[in-house]
């Protein structure tokens, strides 16, 4: 008789020695859709994560949306007076016009070409385009191909429920990141240092699950698997049609 399972999986992963710095570049959605509240907590997740970065580390910020505006001309380590420009900038920034995903990721490609390799994206808001590519799977590919061709690696951060969760799973997967989500009412601060610290530990990408057995699984969710750092977890639910021992 077959039923439903639940696994929760803990990969015991090797510790690292002190990572590297790393360069960032925050991609804000600024769009309409947006809206103010989503605008603020994306500013409160901006102004954690760069009270977490490494000092010898980089930054700069792009808000997006039909168009993108930039911070700086130029990353700047994350000072006390760096972070406060950064801050204000956004913070003064008015939200307003259509998504256009694709050209912001463009956008983005062609500064990091100009950082160098190892960038970090962290991109912030719903991922859903209004202009440009709008089919996810379309538009995941046109994103890993151009942050693919300068060696960044991105994590998003999902601003707002309705969010593009297909296009999210399948760009971050792809390269070496995740999407974690925030809500209004949710810590900042905790959220935004667990992705801060995940780049500090071990972590499996491009993973696929396989069973042994005939014990007939199928409909498993996530059906892409996210990537996972050493101290977290992945869980998996799904279906199996026959009882019996496997693994």
């Known amino acids: 008789m077959g039923g439903f399972f639940m696994a929760v999986l803990r990969p015991e992963l090797p510790t690292t020695e002190r990572t590297a710095p790393r360069d960032h570049l925050f991609i804000l959605d600024s769009s309409y859709s947006t809206g103010q509240r989503g605008w603020a907590l994306q500013a409160a997740a901006l102004e954690a994560y760069l009270g977490e970065m490494d000092l010898r580390s980089k930054f700069n910020v792009m808000a997006c ?37 694709q050209g912001a990721f463009e956008e983005a490609a062609a500064k990091i070409a100009a950082m160098g390799k190892g960038v970090r994206v962290i991109y912030m808001g719903d991922g859903k385009p209004t202009a440009g590519e709008m089919r996810e799977p379309q538009l995941a590919r046109l994103v890993v191909d151009a942050l693919g061709r300068v060696g960044a690696t991105l994590d998003m951060i999902q601003v707002g429920e309705d969010a593009a969760a297909l296009f999210m799973a399948q760009a971050t997967r792809r390269l070496s990141g995740a999407v974690h989500p925030l809500g209004a009412g949710d810590d900042v601060a905790g959220r935004v240092f667990d992705v801060v610290a995940a780049q500090y530990r071990p972590t499996l990408t491009d993973l696929e699950i396989s069973v042994e057995g005939e014990l007939g699984v199928h ?19 799904g279906r199996y049609g026959a009882g019996g021992a496997g693994a």
Request: aromatic share 4%.
């Open 219 to 237: 409909h498993v969710s996530p059906g892409q698997l996210a990537s996972v750092s050493g101290g977290s977890e992945l869980v998996l639910v």
């Open 65 to 101: 949306d039909s168009r993108c505006a930039t911070w700086s001309p130029v990353a700047k380590a994350p000072s006390a007076a760096a972070r406060k420009e950064a801050l204000s900038f956004v913070k003064t920034h008015k939200t307003g016009g259509a998504s256009d995903v």
